[in-house]
Protein backbone atom coordinates (compact mmCIF):
# COMPACT_ATOMS: atom_id res chain seq x y z
CA UNK A 1 0.00 0.00 0.00
CA UNK A 2 2.87 2.27 1.32
CA UNK A 3 4.78 1.65 -2.20
CA UNK A 4 1.49 2.11 -3.99
CA UNK A 5 0.75 5.74 -2.36
CA UNK A 6 4.59 6.26 -3.33
CA UNK A 7 4.42 6.00 -7.01
CA UNK A 8 1.57 7.83 -7.62
CA UNK A 9 2.72 10.90 -5.38
CA UNK A 10 5.96 10.53 -7.79
CA UNK A 11 4.20 10.47 -10.80
CA UNK A 12 1.99 12.95 -9.88
CA UNK A 13 5.07 15.44 -9.35
CA UNK A 14 6.14 14.54 -12.58
CA UNK A 15 3.15 15.21 -14.59
CA UNK A 16 2.81 18.77 -12.46
CA UNK A 17 6.51 19.32 -13.28
CA UNK A 18 5.18 18.99 -17.44
CA UNK A 19 2.89 21.92 -16.75
CA UNK A 20 5.45 24.32 -16.00
CA UNK A 21 7.46 23.23 -19.49
CA UNK A 22 6.69 25.91 -21.71
CA UNK A 23 4.74 24.46 -24.94
CA UNK A 24 7.29 26.12 -27.50
CA UNK A 25 10.15 24.04 -25.64
CA UNK A 26 8.22 20.65 -26.51
CA UNK A 27 7.22 21.42 -30.13
CA UNK A 28 11.09 23.32 -31.31
CA UNK A 29 12.42 22.06 -33.89
CA UNK A 30 14.04 18.59 -32.39
CA UNK A 31 16.79 18.48 -35.67
CA UNK A 32 19.98 19.90 -35.73
CA UNK A 33 21.62 21.81 -33.95
CA UNK A 34 21.64 25.18 -35.87
CA UNK A 35 25.27 25.11 -37.39
CA UNK A 36 25.66 25.43 -41.49
CA UNK A 37 26.06 22.01 -41.14
CA UNK A 38 23.40 20.71 -39.74
CA UNK A 39 21.15 23.65 -39.45
CA UNK A 40 17.42 23.25 -37.36
CA UNK A 41 14.71 21.87 -39.19
CA UNK A 42 11.49 23.54 -39.56
CA UNK A 43 9.10 21.60 -41.56
CA UNK A 44 5.72 21.89 -39.55
CA UNK A 45 3.52 24.64 -38.97
CA UNK A 46 3.76 23.62 -34.91
CA UNK A 47 7.95 23.89 -35.16
CA UNK A 48 7.67 27.42 -37.01
CA UNK A 49 5.50 28.59 -34.53
CA UNK A 50 7.95 27.60 -31.76
CA UNK A 51 10.55 29.12 -33.65
CA UNK A 52 8.74 32.57 -33.92
CA UNK A 53 7.70 32.33 -30.33
CA UNK A 54 10.95 31.41 -29.18
CA UNK A 55 12.59 34.62 -31.21
CA UNK A 56 9.62 36.65 -30.24
CA UNK A 57 10.47 36.00 -26.89
CA UNK A 58 13.87 37.26 -27.05
CA UNK A 59 16.34 34.62 -28.44
CA UNK A 60 17.74 36.29 -31.56
CA UNK A 61 19.33 32.83 -33.62
CA UNK A 62 22.20 35.06 -33.84
CA UNK A 63 25.21 32.53 -35.47
CA UNK A 64 22.44 29.74 -35.95
CA UNK A 65 21.23 28.45 -39.35
CA UNK A 66 17.88 27.34 -39.90
CA UNK A 67 16.37 25.55 -42.68
CA UNK A 68 12.92 25.22 -43.90
CA UNK A 69 12.25 21.69 -45.33
CA UNK A 70 8.12 22.14 -46.43
CA UNK A 71 5.70 24.82 -48.00
CA UNK A 72 3.77 25.61 -44.92
CA UNK A 73 0.16 26.90 -45.43
CA UNK A 74 -0.33 29.96 -42.79
CA UNK A 75 -3.61 31.21 -44.02
CA UNK A 76 -5.83 31.22 -40.30
CA UNK A 77 -9.14 32.55 -39.66
CA UNK A 78 -9.84 35.99 -38.23
CA UNK A 79 -9.54 34.52 -34.40
CA UNK A 80 -6.42 32.94 -35.69
CA UNK A 81 -3.24 35.61 -37.58
CA UNK A 82 -0.07 35.03 -38.04
CA UNK A 83 2.33 36.97 -35.75
CA UNK A 84 5.17 37.65 -37.71
CA UNK A 85 8.67 36.65 -36.59
CA UNK A 86 11.50 39.01 -34.57
CA UNK A 87 9.43 42.32 -35.94
CA UNK A 88 10.59 43.99 -32.27
CA UNK A 89 13.79 45.76 -32.68
CA UNK A 90 15.35 44.55 -29.53
CA UNK A 91 13.66 41.06 -30.25
CA UNK A 92 15.02 40.30 -33.81
CA UNK A 93 16.16 37.83 -35.92
CA UNK A 94 19.86 37.79 -36.39
CA UNK A 95 20.82 33.89 -37.76
CA UNK A 96 20.54 32.69 -41.33
CA UNK A 97 17.25 31.44 -42.65
Known amino acids: M ?4 RFLSILLTFVLALTFVP ?3 L ?3 A ?3 GSE ?3 YIISTADELKAFRDEVNAGDSYEGK ?3 LTADI ?3 GSEASQWTPIGTASNKAFKGEF
Open 2 to 5: KARR
Open 23 to 25: MAV
Open 27 to 29: AAP
Open 31 to 33: TGD
Open 37 to 39: ENP
Open 65 to 67: HIL
Open 73 to 75: DLA
